[in-house]
């Protein structure tokens, strides 16, 4: 096999592998859309639209690049000089995108801390439980109750004694003021599966949390979650979205080196025809 032979088969692989990127990407974004709290419930609650944008750029550039390496591939075995500039010029610009993107998203890793937080507690003050006629409200309202479930928190951010973990519903939310008929202290959504939700929800009218406190001095409810659910929700955002920043940068890695070999095999094709 000549030199031209070896080029187009390199030229072939990283195509294939651009491929594999490009489905990874798309399937990433899919899940992220349709898992436990959705891209775009999750950024009600996280006050950031990126998050919902970035599943849906993984979706998207992800078809394309799928689509697109194929069309490299066809062009380096059937030797088509004029698919591979098309491939080329279209990878090139997709290129961009994703390194524009990882970009976007590792910024978006950096800032979670403090903004993040401060957003989540003003969607759980100002819209958790109340004008549930708004669609607004009602998303946040479920994805929190979801969040809270399956996290096993209550609240935003801290332990027992925090003001803004269960004690925040009662200090401070619009939920406990004017929106929560039966005057439980947390929604049910903080308790624990197998609780007495009486008993967890301050209904009873026992001392302890959720009635007590914070500073906590007398009973500890055992059928309430005193966590705040930020932590547990951090991680689980910062998860998806490195991975997705992670699919990014592989596939910038990847388009590079199937540039450089379709460019090789374009001038290589010119070569021999020149003769």
């Known amino acids: 096999m000549g030199t031209k032979g070896n080029i187009k088969c390199c030229a072939a692989v990283f195509h294939f592998l651009i491929f594999i990127a490009g489905v990874s990407s798309l399937s990433m974004g899919i ?19 990126l998050y919902h944008v970035a599943a849906y750029i993984a979706i998207a550039g ?19 000089k004029c698919v591979l ?17 990882a970009i976007l998203l590792f910024v978006f890793v950096g800032q979670m801390s403090g903004k993040i937080q401060n957003s989540m507690k003003t969607a759980l003050i100002n819209k958790y439980g109340v004008n549930l006629d708004h669609s607004e409200n009602r998303m946040v309202t479920e994805v929190w109750d979801l969040m809270q479930k399956n996290l096993e928190c209550c609240g935003v951010h801290g332990g027992i004694n925090s003001t803004d973990s269960w004690a925040i ?34 209904l009873n009218g026992t001392e302890g949390t959720p009635i007590d406190g914070p500073p906590v001095s007398g009973n500890i409810n055992p059928h309430l979650y005193h966590k705040g659910c930020y932590d547990e929700l951090v991680n689980y955002v910062q998860g998806h979205v490195l991975m997705i920043g992670g699919i990014a940068v592989a596939s910038i890695v990847v388009i590079l080196f199937g540039l ?16």
């Open 62 to 80: 992800g078809t394309a690049i799928a689509i697109i390496s194929l069309c490299g591939v066809c062009g380096s075995l059937k030797e088509k």
């Open 85 to 101: 500039v098309i491939y080329t010029v279209l990878m090139a610009i997709i290129l961009v995108i994703l390194l524009v993107t």
């Open 31 to 49: 899940y992220i859309i349709a898992s436990d709290y959705g891209a775009h419930q999750l950024s009600a609650v996280l006050g950031d639209e």
């Open 260 to 275: 450089i070999f379709s460019m090789s095999l374009y001038r290589s094709i010119r070569e021999v025809d020149s003769y």
């Open 169 to 202: 519903y009662k200090t401070n939310s619009q939920w406990f003021k004017r929106g929560n008929n039966r005057k439980a202290y947390v929604p049910d959504s903080c308790c624990r599966h197998d609780g007495d939700i009486i008993a967890c929800t301050g």
